[in-house]
């Protein structure tokens, strides 16, 4: 498109018209193209109904008119019941309440309610658990021949990493998409600001940092009637086998953004940490600050800080330093500057975009496998930072690659006991 001819079209236009772009369009980097016109119903299944359960069913939801919601499972029926309320009410979800075809007879409650759902004719099924609970469900969609959508992370220990490798490999070998919920992978914005990175407008990257530094986050209490296993699922961000801790759970966003930019995984890490704010036992055994040095090929070097404290200076991003330039939240400023304004972007929300990307994959029988290219990488890689802080030790990556570090209970995950692990101790490694 010649220069003439980007200035007399806008970036409305573009979205309205349904023009397809590609993250390297010249001008319009960050306009998605509209949904394919199909009459079809797209039938989905959600396994995992809080919070950003609910959320994925309804970005899907928002992401094709054509999606219908037919399943729905959790361990806990309250959680069902809270979901579904939200979902019909188009106040709260801004959703067609007949979109939502879930009935007493399609909600399952109870640890094996995935199994039920993938029993059920779906096109596609949202796996949005702890993530403690991911490699088991991502397993047994895989086998029941389910395209999925699969919230991050992946896991959280290497066994469990391993066996979403696995099952991913099976996934492309069958011809089945799966997408994974990392943000920045499903923003034009952010690709072409890393394309951008990749062709040189920085120079050589030769050092960088990260931040995912915010305060506290929700406890759900305790009832005497609940089990171990109940308690913990009900607060599953404070037991590391569930979130991966604060690194894996949340900071796989920074992580995965990092290798992207880096086009490579971490050599090895070395980090230190510990519990400084959250000391209480209700807070199982994660841990509530780390910070970690990531060595990347080249001698390059990429510092990861993260925090969980109330009351302090919060600070979120990515930054890059190159030979001509630098890359952050702003966009890439030196030799060769780019920045969009947020108010100019016009793409779809990367929630939204996740889900129109699997059921455009899925339309066009052209199967996406983000496990594969990225998402089993960056889980794994918050898995080496965390092991590495853990411990005290620098650890490669060929070790946590290969290690037989197994977090999830002995005997399965069914409601009674739970595991019962005190927080990492430096000095003590794992792998």
Same mark, same amino acid.
Not at 34 to 56: E, F, H, M, N, S
Not at 232 to 247: A, V
Not at 375 to 396: C, F, K, N, P, V
């Given at each position: 498109?010649?220069?003439?001819?980007?200035?007399?079209?806008?970036?409305?236009?573009?979205?309205? *018209?349904?023009?397809?772009?590609?993250? *390297?369009?010249?001008?319009?980097? /960050?306009? =998605?193209? &509209?949904?394919?016109?199909?009459?079809?119903?797209?039938?989905?299944?959600?396994?995992?109904?809080?919070? #950003?359960?609910?959320?994925? &069913?309804?970005?899907?939801?928002?992401?094709?008119?054509?999606?219908?919601?037919?399943?729905?499972?959790?361990? /806990?029926?309250? #959680?069902?019941?809270?979901?579904?309320?939200?979902?019909?009410?188009?106040?709260s979800s801004g959703i067609d309440s007949e979109r939502i075809e879930v009935t007493n007879e399609t909600c399952f409650a109870g640890m094996d309610?995935?199994?039920?759902?993938?029993?059920?004719?779906?096109?596609?099924?949202?796996?949005?658990?702890?993530?403690?609970?991911?490699?088991? =469900?991502?397993?047994? !969609?895989?086998?029941?021949?389910?395209?999925? /959508? !699969?919230?991050?992370?992946?896991?959280?220990?290497?066994?469990?990493?391993?066996?979403?490798?696995? !099952?991913?490999?099976?996934?492309?070998? *069958?011809?089945?998409?799966?997408?994974?919920?990392?943000?920045? #992978?499903?923003?034009?914005?952010?690709?072409?600001?890393?394309?951008?990175?990749?062709?040189?407008?920085?120079?050589?990257?030769?050092? +960088?940092?990260?931040?995912?530094?915010?305060?506290?986050?929700? =406890?759900?209490?305790?009832?005497?009637? %609940?089990?171990?296993?109940?308690?913990?699922?009900?607060? %599953?961000?404070?037991?590391? %086998?569930?979130?991966?801790?604060?690194?894996?759970?949340?900071?796989?966003?920074?992580?995965?953004?990092?290798?992207?930019?880096?086009?490579?995984?971490?050599?090895?890490?070395?980090?230190?940490?510990?519990? *400084?704010?959250?000391?209480?036992?209700?807070?199982? @055994?994660?841990?509530?600050?780390?910070?970690?040095?990531?060595?990347?090929?080249?001698?390059?070097?990429?510092?990861?800080?993260?925090?969980?404290?109330?009351?302090?200076?919060?600070?979120?991003?990515?930054?890059?330093?190159?030979?001509?330039?630098?890359?952050?939240?702003?966009?890439?400023? +030196?030799? @060769?500057?780019?920045?969009?304004? #947020?108010?100019?972007?016009?793409?779809?929300?990367?929630?939204?975009?996740? =889900? %129109?990307?699997?059921?455009?994959?899925?339309?066009?029988?052209?199967?996406? @496998?983000?496990?594969?290219?990225?998402?089993?990488?960056?889980?794994?890689?918050?898995?080496?930072?965390?092991?590495?802080?853990?411990s005290g030790q620098r650890i490669t990556w060929d070790k946590i690659l290969a290690s037989d570090l197994d977090l999830a209970p002995q005997g +399965?995950?069914?409601?009674?006991?739970?595991?019962?692990?005190?927080?990492?101790?430096?000095?003590?490694?794992?792998?």
């Amino acid at each position: 498109m010649k220069k003439s001819e980007e200035s007399s079209v806008s970036r409305r236009d573009f979205l309205v *018209t349904g023009v397809t772009a590609t993250a *390297t369009l010249s001008g319009f980097p /960050f306009v =998605h193209a &509209a949904p394919a016109q199909d009459t079809k119903p797209i039938k989905i299944g959600l396994v995992g109904c809080g919070g #950003r359960g609910t959320g994925a &069913a309804a970005d899907a939801m928002h992401a094709d008119p054509n999606v219908r919601l037919v399943a729905m499972a959790d361990p /806990f029926q309250d #959680r069902i019941d809270r979901s579904l309320k939200t979902l019909k009410d188009p106040d709260s979800s801004g959703i067609d309440s007949e979109r939502i075809e879930v009935t007493n007879e399609t909600c399952f409650a109870g640890m094996d309610g995935y199994e039920k759902v993938l029993a059920m004719d779906i096109d596609y099924v949202c796996l949005v658990s702890p993530p403690g609970f991911r490699p088991m =469900h991502f397993e047994a !969609a895989v086998n029941a021949g389910k395209h999925i /959508f !699969a919230e991050k992370p992946l896991g959280t220990d290497p066994v469990g990493v391993r066996r979403i490798r696995t !099952a991913a490999q099976k996934a492309k070998d *069958t011809g089945l998409s799966v997408v994974v919920g990392l943000n920045a #992978r499903h923003s034009l914005y952010s690709a072409e600001l890393v394309k951008r990175v990749h062709d040189g407008a920085i120079g050589k990257v030769f050092g +960088g940092r990260s931040y995912r530094m915010h305060g506290g986050l929700w =406890h759900r209490g305790s009832d005497p009637s %609940w089990t171990p296993m109940e308690y913990q699922c009900r607060n %599953w961000y404070y037991f590391c %086998w569930l979130s991966g801790d604060q690194i894996t759970e949340m900071a796989v966003h920074s992580m995965d953004f990092v290798n992207w930019v880096m086009n490579s995984t971490p050599l090895s890490a070395l980090g230190s940490g510990g519990r *400084t704010v959250r000391t209480d036992p209700k807070y199982g @055994n994660i841990w509530d600050h780390m910070s970690i040095d990531y060595e990347y090929p080249d001698d390059v070097h990429v510092i990861l800080m993260v925090r969980q404290w109330d009351r302090c200076t919060d600070a979120m991003g990515n930054f890059f330093a190159g030979c001509d330039g630098t890359l952050g939240r702003q966009g890439i400023a +030196g030799k @060769n500057p780019y920045s969009i304004p #947020r108010s100019e972007r016009t793409e779809m929300p990367s929630g939204r975009y996740e =889900h %129109w990307k699997l059921i455009d994959s899925i339309k066009n029988e052209k199967a996406v @496998n983000n496990a594969l290219d990225f998402a089993a990488d960056s889980t794994l890689t918050t898995i080496l930072g965390r092991e590495a802080a853990y411990s005290g030790q620098r650890i490669t990556w060929d070790k946590i690659l290969a290690s037989d570090l197994d977090l999830a209970p002995q005997g +399965g995950i069914r409601f009674g006991p739970a595991p019962e692990r005190p927080p990492a101790v430096p000095g003590q490694p794992r792998v």
